[in-house]
């Protein structure tokens, strides 16, 4: 009981958006509004932020029902779209990706994608968490989106794949696929998104 004391006052901030974080064009609201930020600021990695709280809501079902999880859930799908776009790292790339929608505090629209894989590791588990729900109302969610959501997979696990070093005691996932190697952070994240997790 004890996650649970965390992770339900965490939810109720996120239902009643009052959460301080980034705010996407699909707000975490299901308030019947449009799901447009009216405030919010771009952080350095919003993407994973949008993943990171969708995950956090499939988690707290189990803790307690409330028929806003499924609705906030279904709007942060929503969110998520293919998108073509240019990465400058390393120079420019042109990159094939599954992308959100940020509105900064001055409404100007700009677009963040999982260049990093431990958003890709983030947003898989999530994608777990949400596949594994025992609450109806949020797998009738995962019904809806099932073929989106196998899409997305199919795109950030490829980016995984061409990511992969091997070494002589097993593979490594580098930070991005332009990178020379792996850190603290990519490691277990990607783990956990391809191997599940005990709390998913």
């Known amino acids: 009981m004890g996650n649970a004391r965390v992770i339900w006052p965490s939810v109720r901030l996120i239902l009643a958006a009052r959460w301080p974080g980034p705010k996407t064009r699909t707000e975490l609201r299901a308030d019947g509004t449009d799901g447009r930020a009216s405030s919010g600021r771009i952080s350095d990695t919003p993407f994973v932020c949008h993943s990171a709280v969708l995950l956090a809501l499939p988690q707290a079902s189990r803790y307690g029902s409330d028929p806003r999880l499924a609705a906030a859930i279904d709007r942060g799908l929503a969110g998520y779209f293919l998108e073509t776009c240019r990465v400058d790292v ?20 700009r677009t963040e994608n999982p260049f990093w894989n431990f958003k890709v590791g983030i947003t898989l588990r999530f994608f777990n968490a949400l596949r594994n729900a025992t609450d109806p109302a949020l797998q009738a969610v995962a019904a809806l989106h099932r073929d989106r959501i196998e899409l997305f997979e199919m795109i950030l696990r490829r980016q995984l794949e061409r990511s992969i070093s091997a070494r002589d005691d097993g593979i490594e996932i580098r930070i991005p696929e332009v990178a020379a190697e ?5 490691q277990p994240w990607v783990m956990t998104g391809l191997l599940g997790h005990p709390f998913d």
């Open 90 to 109: 390393g120079g420019p790339r042109k990159v094939d990706t599954v992308s959100t929608t940020m509105i900064d505090d001055h409404g100007i629209c």
């Open 182 to 186: 792996t850190n603290s952070e990519t």
